[in-house]
């Protein structure tokens, strides 16, 4: 391609639907999804693939001469994060750079996003009675929450972590199925990368004690866990209802707390193309106080999720 071909096409686009095309394709995205997500959000389907196809050349003619968009910088003096190495500059949100965004059948709005480390509110995932269908469709069959032993690697039962859930496997029905499109439209990320969603139920006191959602890779009982499709990268929390008092999401690090509204949203990443680790990203539930708490949790891997034998 030449130089006086691909200006004209990019050159309307908005500068953040470019950063976000040039960060998406480095992750590795396939131009089909890209343009897909384009088209939901009002770009002609057509120019959307001509755009996301220029942009991918440009890359790639970048990456070649050595000066890759997007690519890896150490900073000098930059803190470190969880392996020891100096920090790398986060990669830009994997969300669409709009406040609304068609997200597979349904309009979700981007309440706040926080970069560096990238934390959004979505609003809208799920309407008020996608979250009832999923609260009814969870009832019966709860058990006690588990945690991954750190030194074993195995599940057990922890006070680190009171509540009771249910796994759904990817696409079981409608709602699932539903919700898996979104977040895979919203976030680039395959289907197939996501773990089987979870609804979680706390009664008062019920509580998630401050964690981290990755595998830390120091950990012996992290390796099971890596090959079943790497890294955790993401965590979506959605809220199947309000509650009345209490169990709002926490992120010390970041003093930050997101209240549970039915339908709503909690996005954060954690694991960089470099499979670099951010311990800012730790969470908590905390507990309730009164009324109860429900929520659908979908971590998103690097790879394809294959479950431990
Ligand atoms: O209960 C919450 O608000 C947070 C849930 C959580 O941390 C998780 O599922 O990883």
Redesign the pocket.
């Given at each position: 391609m030449n130089d006086a071909l691909s200006a004209p096409v990019v050159a309307p686009l908005p500068a953040e639907w470019q950063d976000w095309l040039v960060a998406d394709i480095a992750r590795g995205c396939a131009d089909a999804d890209l343009a897909s997500v384009m088209a939901d959000n009002g770009f002609d389907a057509a120019q959307a693939r001509v755009i996301v196809a220029t942009v991918r050349a440009m890359v790639e003619r970048a990456r070649t001469a050595g000066d890759a968009p997007g690519a890896a910088v150490v900073a000098p003096g930059d803190e470190a994060v969880a392996t020891g190495s100096r920090r790398l500059p986060c990669d830009p949100i994997r969300l669409p750079p709009a406040p609304r965004v068609r997200a597979h059948d349904r309009e979700v709005s981007i309440g706040f996003a926080l970069h560096d480390p990238n934390v959004a509110l979505l609003d809208d995932l799920l309407s008020p009675e996608e979250c009832r269908r999923l609260v009814e469709l969870a009832t019966g069959r709860l058990q006690r929450s588990q945690v991954v032993d750190r030194a074993s690697g195995e599940a057990q039962s922890s006070g680190l972590r009171t509540?009771e859930g249910a796994h759904f496997a990817l696409g079981e029905n409608p709602v699932v199925d539903c919700l898996e499109r979104r977040i895979a439209a919203l976030t680039g990320v395959p289907i197939d990368h996501g773990e089987p969603l979870?609804v979680?139920h706390?009664l008062p006191g019920g509580?998630?004690r401050p964690?981290h959602?990755y595998f830390p890779a120091a950990e012996p009982g992290s390796a099971a866990h890596l090959r079943c499709g790497g890294q955790r990268i993401a965590?979506v929390?959605v809220y199947l209802a309000d509650v009345e008092e209490g169990?709002?999401?926490l992120f010390p690090s970041l003093r930050l707390s997101?209240r549970?509204r039915v339908g709503s949203a909690?996005y954060f990443e954690y694991c960089d193309r470099h499979g670099e680790v951010d311990p800012r990203c730790l969470?908590?539930?905390?507990p309730v106080r009164r009324g109860e708490?429900w929520?659908a949790?979908k971590?998103l891997r690097q790879s394809p999720y294959r479950p431990p034998n």
């Open positions: 509540s979870q979680l706390y509580e998630y964690h959602d965590t929390v169990g709002e999401t997101i549970p909690a969470h908590a539930g905390a708490k929520i949790t971590w």
